[in-house]
């Protein structure tokens, strides 16, 4: 059992930035893929980001490519998600993940554990 514990959300003005952390218990972390996934309101929950066991393969969606950055600390059990020049359509609950141990990096399917997630909320 895996257990995910999201924190770093908040309100910030369009332009500015945010940092996610995803804190994650239990042995297998560090041998593990890891997601970022949002969920506007009305909307389906949908990929951000995602980083391979070894936090050398990244994955983006193509709405945040060049904006967002995604990190892990695998002595820490955390993984981060660098979220800069934020905009309104970047509005969301951000849920962090544990994909499974094949499948897509992109489809949330594939993802067996889910935090509780995070409010983030861009003004313009």
């Known amino acids: 059992q895996v257990q995910l514990v999201e924190s770093g959300g908040g309100l910030v003005q369009a332009g500015g930035s945010l940092r996610l952390s995803c804190a994650a218990s239990?042995?297998?972390?560090?041998?593990?893929?890891m997601g970022w996934f949002r969920q506007a309101p009305g909307k389906e929950r949908e990929f951000v980001a995602a980083?391979?066991?070894?936090?050398?393969?990244?994955y983006y969606a193509d709405s945040v490519k060049g904006r967002f950055t995604i990190s892990r600390d695998n002595a820490k059990n955390t993984v981060y998600l660098q979220m800069d020049s934020l905009n309104p359509e970047d509005t969301a609950v951000y849920y962090c993940?544990?994909?499974?141990?094949?499948?897509?990096?992109?489809?949330?399917?594939?993802?067996?554990?889910w935090g509780q997630g995070t409010q983030v909320t861009v003004s313009s």
């Open positions: 239990g042995r297998t972390f560090s041998s593990r893929a």
């Open positions: 993940a544990v994909r499974s141990l094949v499948g897509s990096y992109y489809q949330r399917e594939k993802y067996d554990y």
């Open positions: 980083i391979s066991a070894g936090g050398t393969i990244t």
